[in-house]
């Protein structure tokens, strides 16, 4: 079998027509599948045959089942319920969008929305100026000075307030510099304990605050459960052991990666040794860091392979095909456009046909895990 996971960039171009079934997004497909998904390791160095630049890696044949300790992947509990700290998160980020804002005199531990603008010898300097900024007196990493000057304003005052940066700051342009900001208190933010009905009416579709709880635990838990298939599978990668891996599997997802990697960042205008250098690593570690990468893929596909092994689910070429077909459709691009774009972005160690499938793959195992889950509400 030859089969590979789907990564970043080729997924970008499928996000709207490969969509995972059961809640899972595509997102979801990658970021599962381009990190640490698996909890399982395979133990022992691995030895990779050369590999041939501009061919297809042959991947030998293997049984999924031979190479994986499947751990439980049916009945696996997902907890969908709610708790009160994520409402109160939703509330928090309620209030960030529709701050209750009060007058008053600010004091030391306020949380307040202010404007301001800095100047050294009469002219403004970078990053010292902005608007509708919310600080917290006393604590708002301000140089030292600038929260005292806010403390005792009262909402809609402004005044000039002369101040010095430390002489260690890191901006070499104004540490030591003696500077005014101009600093305009708009207004005293208001605390959640202040959320009241009426609130409620003004800025969200519902009428009372108990009914926004109860509409937001509903959403919360939607959400849980539309993405019950993504974490059941999670659970799966770590509770499941690889044992080991074909080399020319691992060959071909390095390789995948590494043409991945340098795509990404010669469109940023940057070069391997300048990503290297930025990054503080050297080559042998980026060539490690593409192995752990592509050993941990590898871990996912294999394990998806057992289980839709196990289970005779259809994953048949036939199958396989109609998912191009609709993805093709979907995309509203040719197929040739698509296969171009996923050399581009992935070389030509695995072939885009076997690429898909695995993709497939992942698809259908998700689905068969989710709908067997059990969910808790």
Same mark, same amino acid.
């Given at each position: ?21 059961? %809640? ?14 698996? %909890?399982?390791?395979?133990? %022992? ?29 049916? %009945?696996?509990?997902? @907890? ?29 531990? @306020? ?202 689910? @259809? ?63």
């Amino acid at each position: 079998m030859k089969k590979n996971f789907m990564m970043v960039a080729l997924a970008a171009l499928f996000v709207s027509a490969a969509t995972c079934v059961a %809640g899972c997004s595509m997102q979801d497909f990658v970021e599962k599948f381009t990190g640490a998904a698996s %909890g399982s390791a395979v133990s %022992g160095d691995v030895v990779l045959p050369e590999y041939v630049s501009g061919q297809a890696v042959e991947i030998e044949d293997y049984d999924p089942l031979a190479l994986v300790e499947l751990g439980q992947y049916k %009945g696996v509990e997902v @907890d969908c319920t709610v708790s009160d700290e994520e409402i109160d998160a939703e509330l928090d980020s309620l209030l960030q969008q529709h701050p209750i804002e009060l007058e008053g005199t600010a004091k030391n531990g @306020d949380e307040v929305n202010i404007d301001y603008s800095g100047k050294q010898n009469g002219k403004k300097f970078d990053g010292g100026t902005a608007k509708d900024q919310t600080i917290t007196l006393g604590s708002s990493g301000f140089i030292d000075g600038f929260d005292d000057a806010v403390i005792g304003m009262k909402t809609g005052e402004k005044k000039d307030a002369k101040m010095k940066f430390p002489d260690d700051y890191h901006d070499e342009k104004i540490a030591g510099k003696n500077v005014v900001f101009t600093i305009k208190l708009n207004y005293i933010v208001g605390s959640k304990n202040m959320v009241d009905d009426a609130y409620i009416k003004k800025n969200t579709e519902q009428k009372t605050l108990e009914d926004w709880k109860a509409a937001t635990k509903k959403s919360l838990a939607d959400v849980k459960k539309s993405g019950a298939a993504t974490t059941a599978m999670d659970m799966v990668f770590k509770t499941s052991k690889v044992k080991s891996i074909p080399p020319t599997l691992l060959l071909a997802e390095k390789e995948m990666t590494r043409t991945n990697f340098l795509n990404t960042i010669s469109q940023q205008g940057i070069d391997l040794q300048t990503a290297l250098s930025m990054q503080g690593k050297t080559e042998a570690e980026f060539e490690d860091m593409l192995l752990e990468q592509a050993k941990s893929t590898c871990e996912a596909e294999l394990i998806c392979e057992a289980i839709a092994a196990t289970e005779k689910l @259809d994953v048949s070429d036939q199958a396989v095909q109609k998912y191009i077909d609709d993805m093709v459709v979907q995309s509203g691009r040719t197929l040739d456009d698509i296969k171009e774009s996923f050399v581009q972005y992935y070389g030509t160690a695995e072939k885009f046909e076997d690429y898909m499938k695995t993709a497939y793959v992942y698809n259908t195992v998700a689905k068969f895990v989710g709908d067997n889950a059990k969910i808790k509400e």
